[in-house]
């Protein structure tokens, strides 16, 4: 595979085009982590973009109009394509399957041995449709609803554009992204309330409070921060022990936890942590981070908790 950085394969000098070109990738690698929920598949999906990119002609390159848009439409085909497969995936996954968090923009780092800090301009920009409760809602849209949606509402991509992504009229496009936003106001009826400054730092507030008290096993405290009907959800893909169903009901969420809470904090350091743009909490074991928490919290009580235990998840939460 060629690097879009290198110089044009058979030139021997640098594209022109490069810049213009390169300055795509954070627009892809947004766009890619919105519609496949993991950091991992959406460096894959850009690279691949640029590869097809890569492997046309000079001549061919050049007389195309608006490589941003072939850049996108190509990247979004792919992702398009991975979803439709993702679906038979998922359903051999063991136990549930949550998003891949992502973390900080000042904590992230790429992962990878020898590599260093990924560039500001490649990082993942943190608004709310990257919150975890927001991707595990476009996890129940059908593939053409998650691609019209996203590239309609989220990067504003006109629905004649979306249309000739998809593969279908711009009509059905519109329809595709009205019925994705129905599922996200089922999903997130108060949604609209939360997301000024004090209403995120009383979160953080309520995050710290939940931390206290499940190291303290303290199930009242517990409960008492929790929504009647509060829910838990584990991610461990097979690879490590998690709750193979998600855990119902504010009594039952705060006695799994406080059951929990001497293996998983003795062994464990628990910190406070921004996990997709929002309070949560991360677990650190020599170094190496082996849970992630993610919450969704109203006023002072949280609804849902979802934590990824499986390491495959996890290699962008702990530096090399």
Not at 162 to 182: D, F, Y
Request: glycine share 6%; charged share 25%; net charge neutral.
């Amino acid at each position: 595979m060629n690097n879009p950085s290198d110089p044009t394969p058979g030139q021997g000098r640098p594209d022109p085009g490069l810049s213009a070109v390169m300055s795509e990738r954070r627009q892809l690698t947004n766009l890619a982590y919105r519609l496949l929920g993991s950091l991992a598949d959406a460096e894959d999906v850009v690279q691949e973009t640029y590869a097809r990119w890569y492997a046309r002609s000079p001549q061919q390159r050049s007389a195309v109009d608006s490589p941003g848009a072939w850049l996108t439409t190509v990247a979004s085909r792919i992702c398009l394509d991975q979803l439709g497969s993702a679906r038979a995936r998922r359903e051999r996954y063991v136990g549930e399957w949550l998003p891949e968090p992502l973390p900080d923009r000042t904590e992230w780092i790429s992962g990878r041995a020898g590599a260093g800090v990924i560039d500001p301009a490649d990082r993942v920009t943190l608004d709310e449709s990257v919150h975890m409760a927001f991707l595990v809602v476009l996890e129940a849209m059908t593939p053409a609803e998650r691609v019209a949606f996203i590239l309609h509402d989220v990067f504003r991509y006109p629905f004649a554009e979306v249309a000739e992504i998809v593969g279908r009229t711009p009509e059905a496009c519109r329809q595709l992204a009205s019925s994705a936003r129905r599922r996200i106001r089922a999903a997130q009826p108060d949604a609209a309330s939360r997301p000024d400054a004090v209403a995120a730092a009383r979160r953080a507030d309520v995050v710290r409070a939940f931390k206290q008290a499940w190291e303290a096993k303290d199930i009242d405290a517990l409960v008492g921060l929790l929504a009647p009907d509060a829910t838990a959800t584990g991610d461990g893909g097979g690879l490590v022990t998690a709750a193979l169903h998600p855990v119902e009901g504010a009594e039952q969420v705060a006695r799994f936890f406080a059951d929990r809470a001497g293996a998983a904090t003795a062994a464990a350091t628990l910190v406070e942590r921004t996990v997709n743009g929002q309070p949560g909490l991360v677990a650190q074991r020599d170094g190496v981070t082996v849970s992630v928490m993610a919450f969704d919290i109203t006023g002072d009580r949280i609804h849902r908790i979802w934590a990824v235990l499986n390491p495959d998840k996890l290699r962008f939460w702990t530096r090399d």
